[in-house]
């Protein structure tokens, strides 16, 4: 069988903060193209990976590479093949929509930043409220205009940290719309996400972070597999990945759930 071909490859990524390991030899790989997902509790280290992936910080061991470059000896390369969306969203509240896409079109030195600016409004459904001050945008119009502003460019790559943390349940679907399109155009999707749900409905690959490594990483339905049998014939519904994360976690804390 022929292995895809990779996005994103890290392997046995260390990283501490003074005394603190927060990575203790991360592994994952990431296809080309494909929806992952890095799925833990708040503080497991997820904002930790993406920053390493992204050089903004650097790993104190371990390999990981991004489009193919190594993100220590090569962060040139790496920078240009990805875009971020953080967890604190980077638009400008004073400017509209428009202003704040033409700017970083502009920023980015792409051609005709005023046609790339519309056709993204169009595409996220924000066309209305284009000429509006951000300030006014609910939270879901702000994280989809975040998003759009991070495929200015076409990264193939897009990194997404906790995308919709802090929406209610109607923006985070309008969001979940709009991460879900972007795979299917062909952009490799890197998301960190607390919620399990949001992992079972988005990723074609999760990967679950906790205390300090993966401790499983798959397809949901590989996933799902993992749940004790005895336990699957208890419950007539498919179990969520709640309960195969607790699960997990229970069996390797050798606690009985
Ligand atoms: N710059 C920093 N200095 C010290 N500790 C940090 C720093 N950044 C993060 N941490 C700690 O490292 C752990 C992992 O943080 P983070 O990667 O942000 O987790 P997550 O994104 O999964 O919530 C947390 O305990 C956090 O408090
Ligand atoms: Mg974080």
């Known amino acids: 069988m022929q292995t895809p071909p990779l996005a ?43 920053k390493i992936l992204t050089t903004l910080l650097k790993p104190d061991g371990g390999k990981a590479t991004v489009a193919g470059h190594d ?28 202003e704040n896409l ?47 502003m991070s495929l200015i460019g076409n990264p193939p790559i897009i990194f997404l940290d906790e995308p919709t943390t802090g929406l209610d349940p109607e923006a985070r679907i309008e969001v979940w719309k709009e991460i879900q399109s972007l795979a299917n155009s062909g952009t490799t999707v890197l998301l960190t996400t607390q919620y399990l749900e949001e992992a079972e409905k988005l990723a074609d690959r999760i990967a679950i972070l906790h205390q300090g490594t993966i401790i499983v990483s798959g397809t949901l339905a590989e996933l ?15 179990p969520t990945l709640e309960e195969i994360f607790l699960a997990i976690i229970g069996n390797k804390e ?4």
């Open 102 to 148: 033409i700017m970083v079109a502009k920023l980015r030195q792409v051609k005709n930043p005023r046609q790339v600016a519309d056709d993204l409004l169009q595409r996220f459904g924000l066309a209305e409220a284009a000429g509006r001050r951000v300030g006014t945008y609910s939270g879901g119009m702000r994280r989809r205009l975040d998003i759009a």
């Open 8 to 50: 994103i490859h890290v392997s046995g990524l260390h990283k501490s903060y003074g005394k603190m390991q927060v990575l203790k030899g991360v592994d994952f790989a990431v296809a080309k193209g494909s929806i992952f997902a890095l799925l833990g509790s708040n503080g497991a280290g997820k904002t930790t990976v993406v």
């Open 224 to 238: 799902r597999r993992l749940l004790p049998p005895a336990k699957a014939e208890l419950v007539e519904r498919q």
């Open 71 to 98: 993100v220590v000896s090569k962060p040139e390369q790496v920078r240009e093949s990805f875009s971020l969306t953080g967890q604190s969203a980077a638009v400008d509240e004073i400017l509209t929509g428009r």
């Open 254 to 257: 050798g606690v009985r759930r």
